[in-house]
């Protein structure tokens, strides 16, 4: 009697406990990237920096990827960004934001490639090969080499193929959404991204030793 | 960094993703936050508040224009009173009269008074044979006396009845004839009239007493009658 009385009292807390943290993930407010579009037409620049640092380190990856210099990469950057909030007035939420993003950056590349001809061949991008701290020198070692090998198999990939396998992987879209950007038919881009990641995956299986 | 489940048809592989998560790790530059994040707070502005940046320096313009209006009226003003005041000299005119010749009346007297009794020490000695004179003189005064105040009642009558018929106010005749009338009204005597010496005596006793106007006048009146020999 005395135990059950006892679990009865627990019981309300250990409830409540159980509740919140089986809820918790479920009602963190995390609003979708249309309402903040929207929220920023309407003056409100809190919605905007959400919606910004939600997207700039991935859009600023593909960026740097497509465009393979800093320098570059910044300025088609910031230009991106400028068209969106250019067109924050007109701005329908028809589509994904992130589709509505990588396009407006995808046509600011293409933009500067037709101003910059000489654009291509020059790459400054180093990749970060900092080791951490937790690893062990033979483990850090090997995924320098590994991630210095996907690296340069990335960079070796054909314009067409890097574009869409950096929208997949940076933007997370869908086949479909990768062929509305790149102005391309869905099978289209599904075999650029299938020659692409089968290309990366055989620079990874490479072995260190060989050349 | 996808949320998006694979789907059957993606040629996705996990492992080459989870390579290049891994190896893709580069940030945004700070510097590019700043630019990006400045310009949205550029743009979001709400439009009232730009409507609010042109509407200031109206506001001012406005401001300004209302003070400098102000300013002018407030500089125009005593002139239109002046104008106003310049405009009505039928009702001045009497007012002023009346009130000269009731300063002037018992001046007159006292100054006749003081004549008098000035008279027989000044003339003691010249003017002794001329009693008939004083006679004429003290006949003279009791007459302009009437004469001043037969000006005044008429002054007083004409005044009151302006004040009655405002359309009167239109006309400046009636007023003109009175101030001619009032003007060539005479404060000397006649008999020192007849003598410039006295005549001048007289004028200066005018001028010593205020009455300026009135010695201005017999002045010009000595100059008619006595005028300046011509210079050869």
Known sequence: ?211 | MTDTPMKKDDPGDPRVSAAYREMADERTPEHLDHVILNAARGAARPRWNRAIAWLRPAAWVATIGVCLAIVIEISLLPDQEQAEFDSLPQEAAPATEIKRLEDMRPQSAESQKAQRMQKPESLQASDLPRRSDDADAGASADKHESSLEEAETRVRQRTVSDVQSPASLLGNAPAADMAQEVATERYCRESETADPNAWLECILELERQGLYDAARLERELLAKAFPPPELP
């Open chain 1, 1 to 211: 009697m005395a135990v059950t009385s006892r679990l009865l009292r627990r019981a309300p807390r250990a409830l409540s406990q159980s509740a919140s943290l089986a809820y918790a993930p479920a009602m963190e407010h995390r609003p979708e990237d249309s309402a903040l579009m929207l929220r920023y037409r309407d003056g409100d620049v809190a919605a905007f920096e959400t919606l910004y640092r939600r997207h700039k380190d991935a859009l600023f990856r593909y960026l740097l990827r497509l465009c393979r210099q800093r320098a570059a990469a910044e300025d088609v950057f910031q230009e991106a960004w400028g068209k969106i909030i250019k067109s924050r007035d007109n701005y329908r939420p028809t589509a994904k934001f992130t589709t509505f993003l990588y396009h407006v950056a995808h046509n600011c590349f293409i933009d500067y490639v037709r101003r910059n001809k000489r654009h291509g061949n020059t790459a400054d991008i180093e990749p970060d090969t900092q080791p951490d701290g937790a690893d062990c020198p033979e483990t850090l070692v090997e995924k320098s080499l590994a991630r210095r090998r996907l690296d340069t198999a990335v960079r070796s990939l054909p314009d067409e193929q890097r574009d869409v396998f950096l929208l997949y992987e940076e933007a997370g879209l869908s086949l479909e959404e990768i062929a509305t950007i790149t102005a391309c038919k869905r099978e289209t881009a599904k075999s650029r991204l299938r020659y692409a990641v089968r290309k990366l995956r055989a620079a990874l299986d490479e072995s260190p030793e060989a050349p």
